[in-house]
């Protein structure tokens, strides 16, 4: 069936260092939308990008959608404490199903 | 305006009990899902209600699992018996437009199973 793959599944960085977290699916995908969900917490959407080769800024986050529509990725410039958390991509299943399939997600955790 | 509430936040249970989840939805969202995340693993959609009708339920483990949502306002979820392989956060989510557009996510309610 449709997958979503995200990589890395875990990332430990100092504060202030870069971060990226790439997500890959294997069928294209006609949007793809980004969620953190802190410790203990629950998902919180970020953004959705829906355009070939789309680029999103938020702050220090900036979002890719890659040219064919089957990978993107987040990074997030000069960590801070506050974005420890776990970053999931998710894509709509192909056939206009509203279901997202959801990657395993990127746990970052910053040293600060 | 209120969030997408859920309990019980954490429910811990025997092999072969039952246990129902409650999910309220943002008021006058129509479209509702169960997903749950397994220890480790990616989160995984189970059921989609547009308001009291089953959309979607393909994600559905098997027939021990019963969502209803009468009345198109709150939603249950229902494991019975509940099995070890059950445990996890189950997590209801709740969308104003259909599409596949922005989720709005619960707190969840962790079930553990012994």
């Known amino acids: 069936g449709q997958q979503v793959m995200q990589i890395p599944q875990y990332q430990h960085v100092q504060e202030g260092e870069d971060f990226t977290t790439y997500c890959n699916s294997s069928t294209t995908l006609s949007n793809i939308q980004w969620y953190k969900q802190r410790p203990g917490g629950h998902p919180v959407f970020l953004i959705q990008?829906?355009?070939?080769?789309e680029v999103k800024k938020q702050k220090r986050l900036t979002f890719q959608f890659g040219e064919a529509k089957k990978n993107s990725s987040l990074h997030i410039t000069a960590t801070q404490t506050t974005d420890v958390g776990t970053y999931f991509c998710?894509?709509?299943?192909?056939?206009?199903?509203?279901?997202?399939?959801f990657g395993k997600g990127t746990k970052l955790t910053v040293n600060p | 305006e209120a969030g997408v509430t859920q309990f019980p936040s954490h429910s811990v249970i025997e092999k072969g009990q039952t246990v129902t989840l409650r999910c309220d939805p943002i008021?006058?969202?129509?479209?509702l899902y169960w997903y749950r995340r397994v220890m480790g693993k990616e989160i995984k959609f189970l059921l989609h209600?547009?308001?009291?009708?089953?959309?979607?339920e393909s994600g559905m483990p098997n027939n021990r699992f019963l969502a209803e949502r009468t009345g198109g306002t709150y939603s249950t979820l229902k494991v019975q018996p509940a099995e070890l392989e059950d445990s996890g956060v189950y997590f209801c989510?709740?969308?104003?437009?259909?599409?596949?557009?922005?989720?709005?996510f619960g707190e969840g309610s962790r079930l553990t199973v012994l």
């Open positions: 209600f547009v308001k009291e009708s089953k959309q979607d």
């Open positions: 998710a894509g709509p299943i192909q056939g206009g199903s509203e279901k997202l399939v």
């Open positions: 008021s006058g969202h129509d479209n």
């Open positions: 989510a709740s969308s104003l437009q259909r599409g596949a557009g922005e989720l709005f």
């Open positions: 990008l829906v355009k070939s080769g």
